[in-house]
């Protein structure tokens, strides 16, 4: 079965700037559309940004919309999520997701529409 690991998780001070990675060891990576998502402590899962398989479609929270970016890079099957300027409010387990589609502009936002989770890592930034 396939599954997901996330990387790249730390502290950081307010405005500072962090990478997470997600890699998927499978062959049929570029087959999958790919999305990040977080959960805040007392509060529901949320959608971050998805990516579409072309890699050509993307989409984001209006909270994280400007300092945020969703990318890939298929010779590594690994997705990635750059996180600049990072508040108070970022905090949280961060969570990588994935389903094979056939549509390649397709972007999916809601976590119902993924099939692949990693474990999460956490973010914590400091004021």
């Known amino acids: 079965q396939v599954q997901l690991v996330e990387s790249g998780g730390g502290l950081v001070p307010a405005g500072g700037s962090l990478r997470l990675s997600c890699i998927a060891p499978?062959?049929?990576?570029?087959?999958?559309?790919l999305g990040w998502f977080r959960r805040a402590p007392g509060k529901e899962r949320e959608f971050v940004a998805a990516?579409?398989?072309?890699?050509?479609?993307?989409d984001y929270a209006g909270s994280v919309k400007g300092r945020f970016s969703i990318s890939r890079d298929n010779a590594k099957n690994t997705v990635y999520l750059q996180m600049n300027n990072l508040k108070p409010e970022d905090p949280a387990i961060y969570y990588c997701?994935?389903?094979?589609?056939?549509?390649?502009?397709?972007?999916?936002?809601?976590?119902?529409?993924?099939?692949?989770w990693g474990q999460g890592t956490q973010v914590t930034v400091s004021s």
């Open positions: 499978a062959r049929t990576f570029s087959s999958y559309a």
């Open positions: 997701a994935a389903t094979p589609t056939l549509m390649g502009v397709d972007v999916k936002t809601r976590s119902s529409e993924y099939g692949l």
């Open positions: 990516l579409s398989r072309s890699g050509g479609s993307t």
